[in-house]
């Protein structure tokens, strides 16, 4: 299931309405041991060609590594996933879940394609018909996922997911298993320090699906938020420093995903802040009738790993995930969490650059992916800080800021100099643009 890092607004982002210019590019990309014939659809760049041997999640010690291992300690008896490929069909990272045929995540100004037949995978939910045909019920899936997207600290093109997901019967013997170990939760959250803001499991605006028992619906859904409260707890309220008279406060909050009804977001408040953390629902009937699973409903949930690394460690900027310097990897060990160190805050090195548009248009994240390339994890920060139509000519004219910054060392301005020339060569030569 996939969640934004910062915002769930992934779920249902907004419309961008401008077209996507692609580079030139080779005849054939080798990913992974494999190589790809490009065409009209081809999008990935080396850069982000370069992080698919990466594998965070399964790097020791790190934390990406160390929060899966303890959501996954914390449902034992559910199957393990992690080395699932990342290249799959648009028909299972969209179709298979009933997106919607103008949802605007299967754009190529929102996901890599390899071409039109392959991409990289979005979110872990391409895998959930495939998961649940090989006859598992109750699974983990961890995996990195890949999203064009703007340069910020919050925001990376690359970050990891987590899907659990949880299917049963709906004979009598099944459900009255489900129901037994919703009042096993019960129990278990009514001895913790957790304060929970519920809101009701079924509306007319949160709606049970047609092909559903409304009480089984009902089932799926207690069972579901109880097992997410628990959740919670385990990962917040030690950090947090849980007690009776200020316990953990997780809250829930209808909402809508092409692939769940009923559907929700969890939220907790922690130092301070309400902080979004997942999204769930019951999972949509058409999914496991693709999956050949008879008579079965259930629940799955999906969240952004770096999203609850940077609160629960205090990491202030996404690229540290990324980093290879010890100052950084040295400060974590496999199993426990701690607070970051920052070991040198360098200065910044801002630099413009305008242009007038082509007469096709071109994306933000065109723009964002060519600083990528061009200067990697250097580029702290890119935002649009001017747009303009000219009155008479009616040409478009956008200007970005760049802010240069290491993690590592201070850059010097015929550093940063030579990256901003070669963003602006490859702006003029790769996007057809004319600078200002």
């Known amino acids: 299931m996939r969640v934004l890092r910062v915002s769930l607004s992934r779920y249902n982002p907004p419309l961008r309405r401008h077209r996507s210019t692609v580079a030139a590019t080779p005849s054939e990309i080798p990913i992974l041991g494999h190589s790809y014939p490009t065409d009209s659809y081809t999008n990935i760049t080396p850069t982000i060609v370069s992080k698919l041997s990466r594998r965070l999640h399964a790097q020791d010690g790190h934390p990406i590594s160390t929060l899966r291992s303890l959501i996954e300690n914390h449902f034992p008896d559910y199957a393990h996933l992690s080395s699932l490929s990342p290249v799959v069909t648009p028909y299972q990272n969209f179709d298979s879940l009933s997106f919607p045929a103008d949802h605007p995540g299967r754009s190529k100004t929102d996901s890599y394609y390899i071409n039109k037949d392959v991409m990289l995978r979005t979110h872990t939910s391409a895998h959930e018909v495939d998961v649940f045909t090989s006859g598992e019920a109750r699974w983990l899936l961890t995996a990195d996922v890949y999203r064009r997207d703007e340069i910020d600290a919050s925001h990376y093109p690359v970050f990891h997911q987590m899907e659990g997901a949880?299917?049963?019967?709906?004979?009598?013997?099944?459900?009255?298993?489900?129901?037994?170990?919703?009042?096993?939760?019960?129990?278990?959250?009514?001895?913790?320090?957790?304060?929970?803001?519920?809101?009701?499991?079924?509306?007319?605006?949160?709606?049970?699906?047609?092909?559903?028992?409304?009480?089984?619906?009902?089932?799926?859904?207690?069972?579901?938020?109880?097992?997410?409260?628990?959740?919670?707890?385990?990962?917040?309220?030690g950090v947090g420093g849980a007690t009776k008279e200020n316990p953990l406060q997780v809250r829930w909050i209808e909402a809508y995903f092409p692939f769940t009804s009923p559907s929700y977001e969890v939220e907790v408040f922690f130092r301070g802040k309400w902080l979004e953390i997942l999204g769930c629902g019951v999972v949509l009937q058409s999914t496991l009738d693709r999956s050949n699973v008879a008579n079965k409903m259930g629940w799955a949930f999906g969240l952004g790993l770096e999203r609850i690394a940077m609160i629960l460690?205090?990491?202030?900027?996404?690229?540290?995930?990324?980093?290879?310097?010890?100052?950084?990897?040295?400060?974590?060990?496999?199993?426990?969490?701690?607070?970051?160190?920052?070991?040198?805050?360098?200065?910044?090195?801002?630099?413009?650059?305008?242009?007038?548009?082509?007469?096709?248009?071109?994306?933000?994240?065109?723009?964002?992916?060519?600083?990528?390339?061009?200067?990697?994890?250097?580029?702290?920060?890119?935002?649009?800080?001017?747009?303009?139509?000219?009155?008479?000519?009616?040409?478009?004219?956008?200007?970005?800021?760049?802010?240069?910054?290491?993690?590592?060392?201070?850059?010097?301005n015929e550093e940063v100099n030579a990256l901003q020339d070669q963003v602006v060569s490859r702006l003029k030569e790769q996007l057809r643009v004319e600078i200002r």
């Open 313 to 412: 460690y205090s990491i202030p900027d996404i690229r540290l995930f990324w980093s290879e310097d010890m100052r950084f990897l040295s400060q974590f060990t496999s199993g426990k969490i701690s607070t970051f160190k920052p070991y040198s805050k360098y200065p910044a090195s801002y630099r413009d650059v305008s242009f007038w548009q082509p007469d096709n248009g071109i994306h933000d994240n065109d723009v964002y992916d060519l600083v990528r390339d061009v200067a990697g994890d250097l580029a702290e920060d890119v935002a649009v800080i001017d747009r303009f139509t000219h009155p008479k000519t009616k040409r478009h004219s956008t200007a970005f800021r760049v802010n240069y910054r290491s993690m590592d060392r201070s850059l010097v």
């Open 166 to 237: 949880n299917i049963f019967g709906t004979d009598d013997a099944s459900v009255g298993a489900v129901e037994r170990d919703i009042q096993r939760l019960e129990r278990q959250l009514a001895e913790s320090n957790i304060e929970i803001q519920d809101v009701q499991h079924i509306t007319a605006t949160n709606p049970a699906q047609p092909s559903h028992d409304p009480r089984h619906s009902e089932i799926a859904a207690r069972h579901l938020k109880l097992s997410l409260n628990s959740l919670m707890y385990e990962l917040f309220a």
